[in-house]
């Protein structure tokens, strides 16, 4: 959904999208700390941390000149959609390395999972709640992710194949709302869902040995 509404935080005009994202992880975290407890929610807050740190720093590399001439650029302004699109490499990266040191296991993944899931969908319903759009694009919205929200938490669980099958479903479901939203297939959300579906497809179906411990 695009951005229609601003909202004003002490000196600051803050998009609608900020809020959104804000309010997108605390449900995340708070639902993953429910499920998995407190050291796997951690995962999740530090993925969000990272996210933000590098998608603020990385406007040194999108627009180096206007941080040169005001260093303080920094603090106001961030590296836009490519900075995001950083941002989600590095914790892809992170989340790889950690696997491969043996400091992230199969629940820790599954947490980190669902709190991504989770945070897209929140996300989405707080995009509608909080701005202007057409009335059938926003039930939509609400109505099938809010019934996917309830079939994923009910089966994130679950062992075998059935995160590989949830990610993909969950593509598909982000597919289908953004044909009647405004946007269309052209938006960033959908394009960073089909990544992050696609990259936990990959690592459940490479990591056989994490589905045995599931079985």
Do not use: C
């Not at 106001?76 to 992170?94: C, N, P, Q, R, T």
């Not at 707080?126 to 994923?152: K, R, W």
């Not at 405004?182 to 459940?204: K, N």
């Amino acid at each position: 959904m695009p951005v229609t509404s601003f909202f004003t935080i002490g000196s600051l005009s803050v998009p609608a999208s900020w809020i959104a994202l804000m309010a997108a992880f605390v449900v995340a975290y708070s639902a993953v700390r429910f499920r998995y407890g407190k050291k796997h929610a951690e995962i999740i807050g530090d993925a969000f941390f990272y996210l933000v740190i590098v998608w603020k720093l990385s406007i040194v590399l999108t627009d180096y000149e206007s941080v040169l001439r005001s260093p303080l650029a920094i603090i106001y302004f961030h590296g836009g959609v490519v900075g995001f699109y950083l941002g989600l490499l590095f914790i892809a990266g992170k989340i790889l390395w950690d696997i491969n040191k043996g400091r992230l296991g199969a629940e820790g993944f599954r947490a980190l999972f669902t709190g991504a899931i989770l945070v897209q969908i929140v996300y989405q319903v707080m995009m509608v709640l909080l701005n202007e759009g057409e009335l059938f694009a926003q039930a939509v919205t609400i109505i099938v992710f809010g019934l996917f929200a309830v079939f994923f938490w009910m089966n994130s669980g679950k062992s075998g194949n059935w995160p590989v099958q949830l990610a993909l479903v969950f593509v598909a479901v982000h597919v289908f709302v953004s044909a009647v939203q405004p946007d269309e297939f052209i938006q960033t959300p959908l394009l960073s869902t089909v990544v992050m579906g696609l990259f936990f497809v990959i690592v459940f179906k490479r990591k056989l040995d994490w589905r045995n411990n599931y079985e």
